[in-house]
């Protein structure tokens, strides 16, 4: 980033105002800290233009490649729908700027890889992706006692991964390329594997799930380090937003996610509440991976899930739902990994 | 026991028919082994003949004293109510019979003592208290895991006893005496020291207490040993029925009663059901107590609680009625412990 | 059984006193009510006269037929290694005994067929298979809780069966047709479904199984009701026996095997121990299996896990000792479900 | 605050660069929203020095009565010793500039109660008590649940609060008047009682107590609504730091504290880690609290416990003091509540 100095508060650009680009822009503005939001981008220019006008010094735009030629920006968060993302991800790339982009990175294997090549090209990353179960503090912490050897090497991880209810617009395939995404990046992460195959298995629709809805599903990942990753994915379970993970090794196991902080004793029955969705149960994950993006980028660096990380999530999803269409096993097709991401 | 040859089954006088007294005749004819019952003893006879008329080879009396003269008695468990206590254990000592006798002992320090001086005179041990509690799995591992030193010396003991409501005839200072009596046993015997003074204090009853009732109460035993023991008693606490244990000792601490065995999440919470009376928290105590009982009197021992761990809990819990009643702190006066009991 | 009075003390032919027929012994004659042991046969003859010798009234056989042409044998307990059961199965039947039969019923489909048909022979159900899952009291409350209703259609079973370690003569098959046998019947029990198809996926083994040995593996089983059961197998562990199941309805989740019943908080942790093997995690649970076969043969009855459930076991883990050494997915074969059996 | 217009940026003064003071500094800068630190003030010179050297746009000084009247100070935190404090607080009203005091108030009710009428000549609060446990999100959550109403009126308060290991300086008083100075608040906070009396129980201390410190003790606070509030304090329990608490109500209870993340199985143990100390239990509370104050000021609100609040925790620890030296039970007086705490 030689270019370009970095002042002490960062200025960001949002692109996308809907409900998740308008929780950053609350977050950087009253959470975290170096941070402000300096121009915001949406396709509904009244909606905007309303976001804009509760932050000082923010200028609304509804074209992206228009907002990052702005003087005023410094970095840019990506939290528009999936499809608009590799546009707005290749304008940051033609001004240098560094971009932290929701998931996923982009909507397929084939547009991530030509995102992939376009940072290549910069020569440097630029790109932080928004899988931010690695900023959970739980996750956080399965991720360091793994790396400190003490259970042996892991063999199976065991995902439960269960939403209240799904939104009207929610496909049998957005089960595994929106929800088993967390799940493919986790598996990843935690246990330094790249998914070399997955097999989706439908048990008998809940009658719960809307029509033609296949919910649950039941994933089998499976990775070159010989592991298996198994997730269950329940997207209209009724009760609450749960999302846990066990990882099974050599000498032990070990689990997050149970999430029991308030216990009470009342007419019969102990236990406490279920968070009802990811706001409430990753409030504190948003916040530190905001946090942690924008120290990175005011240091110069580049840290956090990578374009890689990205586009393989994209290729295993879509793998997965090759799986669950055509039934059995399907195996991902990774391309060899540039240098740039070694 | 070298009067009486004990047969391969032992045959066991049950006095008194009462929910307490029919359920052990249960279980000695349908859980248990060893054991048979060969006669019943209430002073309601209808009761006593009802009973007797469901198991084979079985005589109802309403006269202890009468039936424990009759010939195919080998053994005596006592379940009438407590002051019926001292007349039923004399008898048995006529007879020289082993005794197995429901806690209390008796009700007040004064006949225990005249019970215990009775046994001395015998010149060897006959009688087994039923505090059950030492039966309880979880409590007996709680023993165990103190026995091994590796938590270090204890310092304090937090206890919850908790009912969901009480009976009609409960008083105040039946909280104390029939309630807190289980702890002050579980406190002597966990932590191997006597009872040196009781403290009762009372916050504001709760709404959901029959008139008059003090219930809540807090009470703190000190012991000998320079430990201290805390106990809730709450008998009308309407969830459930719920007895807690937990030691603080000078390198950590353990508890037990939790009893959180099945685990459901459902309509946003997640927890479990709790017992709603000593019969379903504690079935499997009864059980083992009441083998063991019969094992060792085959055996010709006498194991388990005994006559002065009966007086010790009298006169811990007359203490507790006295500092209850007038407030602040009361002494526990006890007599030199015999040889016997040594 | 109205060829033959049953006795107010049932007497009991054990057949195989290496340990689990021992424990056997020892539980009906110092556990359990209304039964006595008269009878043990072994191919080890001095092994057989030294169980006898100490039990009263008790003869050493080496030959079951013989023994079980005894006058005093009221009922059967098949503890021989598994390719023995179906001679003393068919050798009961001959003098239309009521058996309780350790699992496996016997160790193929094929066999296991031929019992089946020979007790349909009979006219009248004989046999109980000793799946003892369902007489531990949390699989109980959770079959009990499914009944109810409350949470719906179960979609999927998510099963965990750790070892500490796996015997010396522990096959790669034996993980299935051993170990998750036990799942094979909780599965078609909790969820009332038969089982279609079996699908074996094997993780790299860890470092720690012995040579050759795929340990651990993991089992997805297909139902004819819709719902996956699946099973992480793992018999060496290294750090307890854990047995835990965790069914997923259409309305919620419920959970057994947690095993947290005394929690300690020392040098940095908080938390317990666990389990090392089965006589410990379901001690309980023998002795209820064995009491509730006991009060059924009593009353003339013949209750618990049938032949059918022997047989259809053995038909799951055939199926899925293929799938393990074929890879992928088999299917199981099973014949139509006799009346007896409805 | 009609008299001076807080800007987008509050600009603290921190007072005190301790272990406290220098976190503060870091959390202001770092992690929250909305603030910067333009002064910091030490009697130690060189640390001050060192400590403004890291921060863009900081002035160290050495006299808090400077410091205040600087042109670029918004508002102040107070983190040197207690002693310390009411000089700080008084310099800060002389300038009418918002407080956030670091717990105690003052180190006895006496100066506390100056400090309560120094404000009151004010006219208006401008004290916010750095009593963090009213931050922590399990404890917000059972104050939120205690509102609600659901479990009735709160009877009892169980408290546990144990540290690894007391510093060297630690004396026996100051278990009650700087570690239950925490339970107090917490007391008086989530039951809305005042506390009425105090009685100190002590058992023998542990081994692992440093030479004539009384540690543990067992604490008993008596409220004016009725309620008990029980406190384990133990400063050197060994294992871990760990503060939880129970409150028990007419229709249940609930309990914060148990700190149960991440879940290993491994050993033949389950379970998981303790927290150390309490930046590491408590350090999401402190940013809350902060936050909370800086946004709270920045509104020209004053929000959180009050001077009240830490007049009320001083005249209860100093009666606490007076029942651990004198033995018994002490009587807590406060002065009538000023109507500007009403």
């Known amino acids: 980033m030689a270019e370009r100095a970095i002042p002490a508060t960062l200025r960001v650009a949002v692109i996308g105002t809907g409900r998740m680009g308008a929780d950053h822009v609350r977050r950087i503005q009253s959470v975290i800290s170096g941070a402000r939001v300096s121009a915001v981008v949406d396709v509904d ?68 890889l030509r ?29 360091a006692l793994l790396e400190t050897g003490q259970l042996g090497r892991p063999l199976m991880l065991h995902n439960r991964h269960r939403n209240v209810a799904s939104p009207p617009f929610f496909t049998s395939s957005m089960l595994i390329s929106d929800s088993v995404a967390h799940e493919v990046d986790a598996t990843r992460w935690l246990l330094g594997h790249e998914i070399t195959a997955v097999t989706v298995l439908r048990p008998t629709p809940s009658v719960n799930a809307p029509d033609a809805l296949l919910d649950p599903q039941f994933v089998v990942l499976e990775t070159d380090g ?28 070990a689990r997050v996610g149970d999430g029991h902080g308030l216990v009470t004793h009342m007419a019969g029955r102990w236990g406490g509440t279920i968070a009802q969705d990811f706001t409430e149960r990753f409030a504190d994950a948003y916040d530190r991976e905001i946090q942690a993006w924008v120290d990175a980028t005011r240091r110069g660096e580049v840290t956090g899930p990578s374009t890689w990380d990205g ?5 295993v999803c879509e793998a997965g739902v090759r799986a669950l269409e055509e039934g059995g096993r399907a195996e991902v097709a990774l391309v060899e990994r540039p240098a740039l991401y070694g």
Chains 1, 2, 3, 4 share one sequence.
């Not at 910069?122 to 399965?142: I, N, P, W």
């Not at 209209?236 to 099974?248: D, I, K, S, T």
């Not at 586009?311 to 290729?315: L, R, S």
């Open 45 to 112: 220019a009244e909606r905007a233009k309303a976001v804009a006008a509760r932050v000082d010094g923010c200028t609304a735009y509804t074209d992206p490649v228009v907002a990052l030629a702005a003087a005023d920006v410094d970095a840019v968060l990506v939290a528009s729908p999936g499809p608009a993302h590799e546009a707005a991800l290749l304008a940051a790339f033609a001004h240098d700027l560094p971009v932290l982009c929701e998931k996923p990175l982009t909507p397929d294997a084939a547009s991530a």
């Open 115 to 143: 995102v992939l090549e376009a940072e290549q090209a910069l020569g440097h990353r630029r790109v932080q992706v928004g899988f931010m179960r690695r900023y959970d503090a739980e996750y956080v912490k399965l991720k």
């Open 226 to 253: 010989g592991a298996l990753s198994d997730v269950e994915i329940f997207v209209n379970c009724g009760f609450g937003y749960q999302v846990q993970a066990e990882v099974v090794c050599e000498r032990g196991t």
């Open 311 to 315: 586009y393989a999530a994209a290729a």
